[in-house]
């Protein structure tokens, strides 16, 4: 068993091509493993050749709704890269309307609603978590899950990936068998502090989302899996909770959303 786990990072990313062998060095020396996550046809692949070739690191596979070029979801590319061993959920995908300008509201809101729904088909049909990223649209997202959960029951589940919302937007999620994740922003923005505090333990899962939101005290710089750790603490902190017992939940909760064994 690992010592911490990092749900959700981007060890893909091109800004660890200079040290990619380094950071995978330095989680296996702490301890860190993590689900790489995807964001296009590319970054996909990339995270599924390095969960192959290391041990502790895991895939996640999707198209993210903004931050790719691809415009369309290569189905049969998805369906059978899903089928690789060490694929553990579907994303990142989701919705997200931050930097949308409101005359494309609509016919953004349609593209990225079409892009979700084949996500979460994939997700139901390979028996696989989602991985969601959603900013700025979780009445939308929610309907959508409500809606399909009639349908598919137990096996629509996943994760919202840095959540940012209320405790009352955290419960509606939690009825409908998904986890939320926290990075790094809650070592400097006391903002989620009321939903950390109100979550079940064992909904919840740590990620760092790295190279993004470096915690403290390492703002600033590029962030990376092993900084997971003052995630947890965090966590543990802000829910006046034993750092033990928080940095246990953690590795457990992942590896039973991933269905890791
Ligand atoms: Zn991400």
Redesign the pocket.
């Known amino acids: 068993m690992p010592k911490f786990f990092d749900s959700?990072s981007?060890v893909n990313d091109t800004r660890f091509d200079l040290d990619r062998a380094e950071t995978l060095l330095r989680m296996k020396e702490n301890s860190v493993w993590s689900v790489v996550?995807g964001?296009d046809k590319k970054m996909s692949e990339d995270a599924v050749v390095l969960a192959h070739k290391n041990e502790g690191i895991f895939a996640a596979i999707g198209l993210h709704p903004t931050d790719s070029d691809e415009e369309l979801f290569d189905e049969n590319f998805y369906k059978k890269l899903a089928k690789e061993s060490k694929v553990v959920a579907i994303g990142?995908c989701g919705l997200d309307y931050s930097r949308v300008p409101e005359e494309k509201r609509e016919e953004e809101k349609k593209r990225q609603t079409a892009l979700f729904e084949k996500h979460l088909n994939l997700a139901v049909s390979s028996n696989l978590p989602l991985m969601i990223?959603c900013r700025d649209a979780h009445p939308d997202i929610l309907e959508i899950l409500h809606s399909k959960k009639h349908e598919f029951g137990e096996k629509l589940r996943g994760n919202i990936?840095?959540f940012s919302e209320s405790p009352e937007t955290a419960k509606k999620y939690f009825d409908l068998d998904f986890t939320i994740s926290f990075t790094g922003v809650l070592t400097f923005a006391r903002n989620y502090d009321e939903t950390v505090r109100y979550a079940p333990l064992e909904k919840l899962l740590s990620e760092t989302?790295a190279p993004?939101v470096a915690p403290a005290p390492y703002r600033g710089k590029r962030n990376e899996p092993i900084y997971v750790e003052e995630v947890v603490k965090a966590i543990a902190q802000i829910r006046n909770q034993d750092f033990e017992t928080v940095r246990e939940a953690m590795v457990q909760n992942a590896l039973r959303s991933f269905s890791i064994s």
Do not use: M
Request: no cysteine; hydrophobic share 20%.
């Open positions: 959700h981007h996550v964001t990142e990223h990936h840095f989302d993004y």
